[in-house]
């Protein structure tokens, strides 16, 4: 039985223009409940009907399965991602950051994302709040945790 750290793999974006998804947490193991899940998001791009399964990223799921996290709509400086997914006796923990932190919270690669626009920018403009990632197929729960930037110890 595998326990510990579980390669997770960022699923990129193949739609145009925006798609915003309600503010939930997503595991899908087959296509059906992938479908399902990407159908929740709402598209402002006339252009995504036009574009095969509405721009949904193709998945093994004989090999993976597909998890995500979405807060909607945020402003430029909110920070969303899954931190890392722990494999554990009976579950999977996805440990993710939803924050607009101090500055001092924030490791190097995120203070060069909070230094591109002005706090001023960061009201003006809204950024979709979604990430989706691929995981290894599991039947085991999964259970997401919210954390602090640097870790749930802070």
């Not at 990129?12 to 059906?32: D, I, L, N, Q, S």
């Not at 090999?63 to 909110?78: D, K, L, N």
């Not at 006796?89 to 932190?101: C, N, Q, S």
Request: glycine share 6%; charged share 30%.
């Amino acid at each position: 039985m595998h326990e510990g750290p579980l390669e997770a793999v960022r699923l990129p974006m193949e739609f145009h223009g925006e798609k915003v998804w309600p503010h939930a947490e997503y595991v899908a193991r087959t296509e059906a409940q992938w479908e399902q899940a990407w159908s929740q998001g709402r598209s402002t791009d006339p252009r995504n009907d036009r574009r095969p399964r509405d721009g949904r990223p193709m998945v093994d799921f004989s090999r993976h399965m597909v998890i995500g996290v979405s807060r909607g709509y945020g402003v430029q400086c909110t920070y969303l991602d899954i931190r890392d997914v722990v494999e554990r006796p009976g579950e999977i923990e996805v440990r993710f950051v939803h924050l607009w932190p101090p500055r001092e919270e924030l490791d190097e690669v995120e203070q060069q994302m909070m230094d591109r626009a002005s706090t001023n920018a960061c009201f003006a403009t809204s950024v979709l709040l979604v990430r989706w990632y691929l995981l290894p197929q599991s039947s085991k729960r999964v259970r997401f945790v919210r954390i602090r930037a640097r870790g749930p110890d802070g």
